[in-house]
């Protein structure tokens, strides 16, 4: 028989270790080995806020006064207050925690019998909090980690030319998440190539390819989304986009099918990045239908497909990103992420989608407590970029991957971006170590000071020859010109007609190559590495800090990822815990990294 408002059951019974059995036991009372039995026991009115004990302090911890959840009748294992048990007991994420009250503190118990309610019942223990269980596969949105087939709601970002590696991919495939392979600045061939590693290696596994806007070059834009369409990429990661283009419209729309009982699949995914409110607009919204016609008058997409695509978002997920590495608005997760979850909500009761689109959280994720914040604050998953680039699998160098292990929050700043040079735009970047931030900045004073390279005086452009392009001006335009007659050539054509638009070519050659020493290691260059990098690099080094994960060589990314999805789930928990008035000490909690054996034995 329930009592109203309460209700029983048993908690898991689990062996515990002898060593760590403690505190008091209950003499004279017998376990009760059935939930149902709760009902054969005496009553006793449960002591009311007013009359509860005052705040317990345990050492370094208090228990709040709220009054008890419910009470405890053991089986077996008295209540064990030491944090050693408390510890196992939270970090074990799949199986549930009762703490009693015990003596001035608090105790973990295991088996027995849980009657939640404000009924009490004799001789049982104070049960001062309870958690469910918590896997570290429940967090996020169930319908990201279905969707897209992964374990965790856990995404690797794309970083470009190739930094995020096949082998990036790769291993977080293997762990469980989404990896994002780094296309952008890499040709049709490399990213060919690549696609058909992935899927050659992952056997089916879920993989992203970044399909990144490319103002200066559209046509390129255009060649990769073919290219992957060609390849049966099913899912992209579309980024750095400030208005839709036919590249992106194209994939996503070429990807409908009308399947049986009028039902519509996309096929082709996209998760788009974003960090501002009006370039969410047009991701959470139906492609317009200016450029549904325009590709269906160019033969991309068919009138069918046209006639669908006003039933879905371009995005299934979109990813906002606050203050990161690379392009960036630097804005803060805290205020961004409860934005674009709003306008998600506004846009989905307009449209009425299906499925309503998804909002995930990337931008400083780099501990348990940032991705715990995250899932707090509603995020569907979280995307991680800067620890990435310093795992052992990225396609940076080691060179970069040792001064990303020693850099601290602050030691990073804004500095032009070679792909949006001429526009203004910046990207983040490591400044500790390097002095590549302050370098390209002059380059981009300098092609918005004067017209043309002959009209920079003549000291400044002897400065520039000898530190930065460390060849003469002309010497390094004639191997511009190469590149660009095999890339773009349009682009000469600009640059004949209009002189800053050829000084901009040559100093985005300077932008270029600087991201591409650092990912080569390139020695004498080390002043000029260019490498993307937010705080989040400094928040987990801060956090790695005399564990395994301290030393770059260690850093692997599924060990990263799992260690923050483990971690994130015991800094919720360990809310929770304070939510019902219980605030212990970290002892009590598994914060620090775990090895990748402790990971899967915890993780499973
Ligand atoms: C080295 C590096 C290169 C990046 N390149 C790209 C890119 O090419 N395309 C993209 O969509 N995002 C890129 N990003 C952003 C990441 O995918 C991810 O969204 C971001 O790094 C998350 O923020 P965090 O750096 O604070 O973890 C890059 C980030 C870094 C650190």
Not at 79 to 88: G, M, N, T, Y
Not at 350 to 357: D, G, I, L, R, V
Not at 494 to 501: F, I, L, M, N, V
Not at 521 to 537: H, I, N, S, T
Request: glycine share 8%; charged share 20%.
């Amino acid at each position: 028989m329930k009592t109203a408002g309460s209700f029983s059951f048993a908690a898991a019974g689990r062996a515990v270790k002898a060593g760590r059995r403690r505190g008091c036991g209950l003499p004279g009372l017998k376990p009760r080995p059935h939930a149902v039995e709760i009902a054969t026991l005496t009553e006793v009115p449960i002591r009311t806020r007013e009359r509860a004990a005052p705040a317990m302090t345990i050492p370094a911890g208090t228990l709040g006064t709220a009054p008890a959840l419910g009470h405890w009748l053991p089986e077996g294992a008295p209540p064990d207050p030491a944090p050693e048990a408390i510890r196992a007991a939270v970090g074990d994420l799949r199986a549930p925690v009762v703490l009693v009250r015990h003596r001035a503190g608090v105790a973990v118990v295991h088996g027995g019998i849980v009657a939640l309610g404000p009924k009490r019942v004799k001789d049982a223990e104070e049960v001062v909090a309870y958690l469910p269980p918590l896997p570290a596969e429940s967090l996020g949105d169930p319908n990201f980690r279905a969707e897209h087939g992964v374990r965790f709601a856990y995404m690797t970002g794309a970083m470009a030319n190739g930094i995020a590696s096949v082998e990036v991919v790769e291993a977080a495939a293997r762990a469980g998440a989404l990896g994002s392979f780094g296309a952008a600045g890499q040709s049709l061939e490399r990213i060919a190539a690549a696609v058909d590693r992935l899927n050659a290696h992952l056997n089916g596994a879920p993989f992203c390819v970044n399909l990144i806007h490319s103002p200066n070059e559209p046509t390129h834009e255009m060649a990769t989304a073919e290219l992957l369409l060609k390849r049966g990429v099913g899912l992209v990661e579309a980024s750095a986009y400030l208005d839709l283009t036919p590249a992106i419209v194209r994939y996503r729309v070429a990807g409908f099918k009308g399947g049986a009982a009028g039902l519509v699949v996309p096929l082709n995914r996209v998760i788009a990045k974003v960090s501002r409110v009006e370039v969410a607009t047009k991701f959470l919204s139906p492609p317009p239908e200016r450029i549904v016609k325009e590709l269906v008058a160019a033969g991309h997409v068919t009138p069918q497909q046209a006639a669908l695509a006003s039933k879905f978002p371009i995005a299934d997920d979109v990813t906002v990103e606050a203050d990161s590495g690379g392009h960036t608005d630097n804005r803060p997760a805290i205020t961004l992420l409860p934005t674009i979850l709003a306008l998600r909500d506004r846009l989905q009761s307009q449209f009425q989608y299906a499925t309503p689109p998804r909002v995930g959280l990337a931008g400083g994720i780099a501990t348990p407590a940032s991705a715990a914040g995250a899932f707090a604050m509603g995020a569907a998953y979280v995307v991680t970029g800067s620890v990435n680039q310093a795992c052992v699998e990225s396609g940076s160098s080691d060179a970069v991957r040792k001064m990303l292990a020693e850099a601290g929050q602050a030691d990073v700043t804004m500095a032009p971006a070679a792909d949006m040079f001429e526009m203004g735009v910046k990207v983040q970047v490591l400044k500790r170590g390097t002095m590549f931030a302050m370098r390209a900045q002059k380059l981009y004073d300098l092609y918005k000071a004067y017209p043309s390279w002959d009209a920079v005086p003549a000291t400044e452009r002897a400065q520039v020859e000898k530190t930065q392009l460390r060849a003469t001006f002309d010497e390094v335009w004639t191997g511009t010109r190469e590149f660009w007659a095999k890339r773009e050539p349009a682009q000469l054509e600009r640059a004949e007609a209009d002189p800053r638009h050829k000084m901009a070519l040559v100093f985005r050659w300077y932008l270029g190559l600087s991201s591409r020493w650092a990912n080569a290691g390139e020695p004498g260059r080390q002043l000029d590495y260019q490498v993307w990098c937010g705080p989040a690099m400094g928040a987990f080094n801060e956090w790695a800090k005399g564990s395994p994960l301290e030393r770059p060589e260690n850093r692997t990314v599924a060990n990263v990822a799992q260690n923050l999805m483990y971690g994130a789930a015991v800094v919720l928990r360990r809310a929770a815990l304070r939510q019902q008035g219980v605030e212990l000490p970290n002892e009590c909690f598994p914060l620090a990294p775990l090895t990748a054996d402790e990971l899967s034995a915890r993780l499973g």
